[in-house]
Nanobody, 134 residues
Framework: EVRFVESGGGLVQAGESLSLSCAAS????????LAWFRQAPGKGRERSEA???????????YYADSVKGRFTISNDDAKTTVYLQMNNLKPEDTALYVCAADFMGDCNRQITTWDYVRFEFNFWGKGTQVTVSN
């Protein structure tokens, strides 16, 4: 059984940092592209934004333009946890952050389109809330 458990969210002020973790079980990191999506308040999964993605097997990463230079995605050496280091947080980063997996995905720009995401990302966590105040 595939399972993702996200943690690390919270309430912070603008300019501060948070580190999110996604503990994964039941998957082989070398077979999946692993991504962080975020759902803005009141928005459903179909309106999720792909924030960052990592493909260990292909050595590729993806970042949304809105987070480049501020967020960093990584995984641990044991390949059981995916992290999202978020620095210089802004109020517009407020969202539910959710971990998801794409079998054989290589984190290309197709992950920005819902038509791709809804068919290819078959495993999702429940998310961790990040709230950034002014």
């Amino acid at each position: 059984e595939v399972r993702f458990v996200e943690s690390g969210g919270g309430l912070v002020q603008a300019g501060e940092s948070l580190s999110l973790s996604c503990a994964a079980s039941g998957i082989d990191f070398d077979e999946f592209g692993l991504a962080w999506f975020r759902q803005a308040p009141g928005k459903g999964r179909e309106r999720s934004e792909a924030v960052a993605c990592i493909s260990s097997a292909r050595g590729t990463t993806y970042y949304a333009d809105s987070v480049k230079g501020r967020f960093t995605i990584s995984n641990d050496d044991a390949k059981t946890t995916v992290y999202l280091q978020m620095n210089n947080l802004k109020p517009e980063d407020t969202a539910l952050y959710v971990c998801a997996a794409d079998f054989m995905g290589d984190c290309n720009r197709q992950i920005t389109t819902w038509d791709y995401v809804r068919f290819e990302f078959n495993f999702w966590g429940k998310g961790t809330q990040v709230t950034v105040s002014n």
